[in-house]
């Protein structure tokens, strides 16, 4: 008797939230911000060209791996979010000749690079939230003071992971008519042919690979991260850094990710750089491997060999426990310590640079 009770209780608490988790994922797969879905056969087409991919989801190999810093050193008493808003300035996008290059940060990790006659985009995020749910999520520190209609032209969209504050669909889609190409990592064109962007305009690439545009190459580098748009879905998407090879500069773009052998892989691959952009906020002891805390960031950077390095992943969006001032903080006193050579930009601040 007892068991048959329990058997009713079991079923009459279980069936709902089971109910409720499968609508909850209904909703996730049917409504089109949270992208697409990656199936078995797209996942088998990656393998073709992409070596480490296990149990369906894209891993990063165990032989590159290198171990952290052991404490997380936190610098800053501020709260986690400014307590007024943060000043952003009006950009400069004017044309860049006689091959000089220019760079413009968002905030967060998006960044337009203007070099030799190419305007590219890099994750580009440009909505006061990222999260589908235009209510929900962190909202932004700044109000910034351009529209998409004050955008240029941009010869290449590139996308480092499918990750919200990373691959947004509002921006995307309103930035589209302005796009030539957009060059992603496997499995993040899933999402933005289902975003209705035309399948000919997308190029993905695996790592190692590199597409040619116009003047440019891009080729797409490892990172150390993961991906997914919903708990289901995770690391079926890849998951990259970028190399950028204009004619007269090359730039470096980390993504998202924790330290490993790559960085030191990619600067043996392709020399120095004009200007690398690292990573360096939103990072936590729970998620050690998936970020780097600023002081890695900054050797990490060391390994790269640029000029001139930028931190990036910081002073937009709260997505982690440390105060908002802390990421850049660490960075400039870990550079200053090292002789790390580094350009802080303010917000929509453009910066110039020489051949």
């Known amino acids: 008797m007892r068991k048959n009770k329990q058997s009713a209780l079991i079923t009459k608490v279980l069936f709902p939230v089971l109910a409720l988790a499968g609508g909850i994922e209904a909703v996730f797969r049917l409504y089109p911000p949270f992208g697409a879905n990656i199936s078995k056969k797209d996942l088998n087409g990656f393998k073709k060209r992409f070596s480490y991919i296990k149990d369906n989801r894209f891993i990063y190999p165990k032989e590159w791996e290198l171990k952290g810093m052991n404490k997380n050193r936190k610098v800053s008493n501020n709260k986690l979010v400014p307590d007024k808003k943060l000043p952003a300035s009006v950009p400069d996008f004017s044309t860049v000749e006689n091959g000089n290059y220019k760079f413009t940060w968002f905030g967060h990790s998006s960044v337009l690079i203007q070099s030799d006659g190419m305007n590219v985009f890099v994750d580009p995020v440009l909505t006061d939230r990222f999260f589908p749910l235009q209510f929900l999520g962190p909202k932004r520190f700044s109000e910034l003071p351009v529209s998409i209609s004050d955008i240029p032209r941009i010869d290449v969209v590139l996308i480092t992971h499918d990750h919200h504050d990373h691959l947004e669909p509002r921006t995307i889609c309103a930035l589209d008519e302005k796009v030539d190409k957009y060059v992603v990592p496997l499995g993040v064109e899933k999402h933005l042919i289902k975003w209705g962007i035309d399948r000919d305009k997308i190029e993905s690439l695996a790592w190692w690979e590199t597409a040619s545009f116009r003047n440019t190459e891009f080729t797409c580098t490892p990172a150390r991260h993961f991906s997914g748009r919903r708990l289901t879905d995770q690391k079926k998407t890849e998951y990259c850094s970028w190399v950028i090879k204009t004619e007269n500069h090359q730039f470096f773009d980390s993504g998202d990710g924790s ?23 939103q990072y936590n002891e729970k998620w050690h491997y998936s970020h780097m805390y600023p002081e890695e960031s900054v050797h990490m950077a060391a390994k790269i060999n640029a000029e001139f390095t930028v931190p990036i992943h910081w002073g937009s969006f709260v997505l982690s426990e440390h105060a908002w001032d802390d990421p850049i903080r660490r960075f400039v006193k870990e550079s200053d310590r090292i002789g790390l050579s580094i350009l802080t930009p303010g917000i929509c601040e453009s910066v110039w640079g020489k051949k």
């Open 259 to 281: 330290v490993g052998r790559h960085f030191e892989m990619i600067h043996k691959r392709f020399g120095n750089f004009n200007l690398a952009f690292m990573e360096c906020g």
